[in-house]
C-alpha cells in the first residue's frame, strides 16, 4: 500500500510528467463532450419527434420535459461508456509515465511500442481483466438473488475482486512495455497474491471517490511500476 505514496511522490518532483498526467483526465472530459453533444444536438430531437405534435401549453410542457429527460438519461450513459474508454485511450500518456519512473529507478530504457500497439495493449489488458472477474461477480450476483443473506459474505469478496481488477488493469502498463503475457501476468498475481492484493485494495478506495478512478490513474501506473521493479528486484518473481 506504501506504493500509492510513492506514485503521487513521483509525479509530486517531477513536473515534466505533469502535462502527461492531465491527459486521461482530458480524455474523460472530451468522451463527454462528444456524448452531451450528441445528446443535445441528435438525442433530444429525436425522442420529440417519435411524439405525436400536441399543441396545448401542457403538451408543449410535456414534451420539453420528455425532450430534456432524453439529454440527461444520455449524458449518463455516456458517462458509464466514457469512464472505462478512458483508460486504454490515455494508454500511450501513461506509457510515458512509466518508462520516466523506470528511468528514475534505474531501469534499462526499452524500445516505444508504437502508439496503435499501445492503445491495442490498453484494451486488451481492459478485456482480460473483465474476462477473468466478470464471471466471479456474475456469480456472487447470483448467489445474492437466490439466496439475499449470502451477501454478508459476497459484498467483502466482490470488493476483493474489484481490488485485484484495479491492480490488473494499473500492472498492464509497466508489464505491457516487458512484453508479459497473459499467462505471465496471472502467474505474477498468483506469486504476490498479498502484495498485489493490497495495492489493488489501496487504489479502489481512493478510486472509489467521484472522477478520482480517471485522474489518478497516472499515479497508478507510476505505483505500479515501483512495485514491479520492487518485486523483480526482490527475487520473488522473474518477470521479464
Same mark, same amino acid.
Given at each position: 500500500m506504501s506504493a500509492v505514496f510513492g506514485g503521487f511522490g513521483t509525479l509530486a518532483?517531477? *513536473?515534466?510528467? &505533469?502535462?502527461?498526467?492531465?491527459? #486521461?483526465?482530458?480524455?474523460? /472530459?472530451?468522451?463527454?463532450? $462528444?456524448? /452531451?453533444?450528441?445528446?443535445?444536438? /441528435?438525442?433530444? #430531437?429525436?425522442?420529440?419527434?417519435?411524439?405525436?405534435?400536441?399543441e396545448s401549453d401542457w403538451g408543449q410542457i410535456g414534451m420539453g420535459l420528455l425532450g430534456y429527460a432524453a439529454i440527461a438519461v444520455l449524458v449518463v450513459?455516456? &458517462? $458509464?461508456?466514457? $469512464? #472505462?474508454?478512458a483508460p486504454p485511450l490515455s494508454a500511450p500518456a501513461l506509457e510515458h509515465v512509466v518508462r520516466r519512473v523506470?528511468?528514475?529507478?534505474? $531501469? *534499462?530504457?526499452? #524500445?516505444?511500442?508504437?502508439?496503435?500497439?499501445?492503445?491495442?495493449c490498453g484494451f486488451r489488458a481492459l478485456a482480460g481483466g473483465l474476462a477473468v472477474c466478470g464471471p466471479i461477480f456474475v456469480l456472487l450476483w447470483v448467489l445474492e438473488l437466490v439466496f439475499p443473506p449470502v451477501a454478508f459474505v459476497t459484498t467483502p469478496l466482490k470488493f476483493a475482486v474489484s481490488s485485484l481488477l484495479v491492480a490488473w488493469g494499473l500492472f498492464d502498463y509497466p508489464l505491457t512495455l516487458r512484453g508479459v503475457g497473459f499467462r505471465a501476468r496471472l502467474a505474477l498475481m498468483r506469486r504476490n497474491f498479498a502484495c498485489v492484493l493490497g495495492f489493488g485494495l489501496a487504489f479502489a478506495l481512493v478510486f472509489w471517490i467521484p472522477c478520482c478512478g480517471v485522474a489518478l490513474l497516472p499515479v497508478g501506473a507510476a505505483a505500479a511500476t515501483r512495485l514491479i521493479v520492487a518485486i523483480e528486484r526482490s527475487g520473488s518473481s522473474q518477470i521479464a
Open positions: 518532483r517531477t *513536473p515534466s510528467l &505533469w502535462p502527461w498526467a492531465l491527459v #486521461p483526465a482530458l480524455v474523460l /472530459v472530451a468522451l463527454e463532450a $462528444v456524448f /452531451v453533444t450528441l445528446a443535445i444536438k /441528435v438525442g433530444g #430531437p429525436f425522442v420529440r419527434s417519435l411524439i405525436p405534435a400536441v450513459i455516456g &458517462w $458509464v461508456v466514457a $469512464v #472505462p474508454l523506470e528511468a528514475e529507478l534505474g $531501469v *534499462p530504457s526499452r #524500445p516505444s511500442l508504437g502508439f496503435f500497439r499501445e492503445l491495442a
